[in-house]
């Protein structure tokens, strides 16, 4: 039998004449042909079988909610908490900067008021030999 069918009318006999449909499930029959038996408990166990995989998905759908939110609040707790915490944590940064701020500040001053009385000490001593006017002739 060739393998190219096109146009030639014996080949495409013989190729149809392998070709066979499968026999129609009885859920499938016609509504002119009577009563099926098998489609009907075919048809029933299918209903069945949808109605029952709807109300398990729905229950899952509904578990996977109830923790989504559940969840959810616990989530916005915690990030509660941390937002505290970092608030908490930021005031006592501050303070704590506003302390060695406050510290240095009384240092500069110190040092400040340190260097202001240190020249006019060594002034006095380098100035009183020269005030004296005593000097050794040679």
């Known amino acids: 039998m060739p393998d190219y069918v096109d146009g030639d009318p014996e080949a495409m006999a013989a190729y149809s004449g392998k070709l066979k449909a499968p026999a129609l499930p ?3 029959a016609r509504p002119g042909s009577g009563l099926n038996v098998t489609g009907l408990f075919e048809g029933i166990a299918m209903t069945l ?5 709807t109300a398990e998905m729905t229950a899952f759908l509904a578990k996977i909610t109830e923790d989504l939110a559940t969840d959810s609040v616990k989530v916005k707790a915690i990030a509660a908490g941390y937002t505290a915490a970092d608030a908490a944590s930021a005031l006592k940064l501050a303070a704590s900067s506003f302390k060695v701020a406050e510290k240095g500040l009384s240092l500069l001053k110190q040092a400040s008021s340190s260097i202001s009385q240190a020249p006019q000490s060594q002034n006095a001593s380098t100035e009183t030999p ?3 006017g005593s000097q050794a002739s040679v």
């Open 49 to 53: 079988l949808d109605k029952a995989a």
């Open 130 to 132: 020269a005030a004296d």
């Open 26 to 28: 009885g859920s499938l």
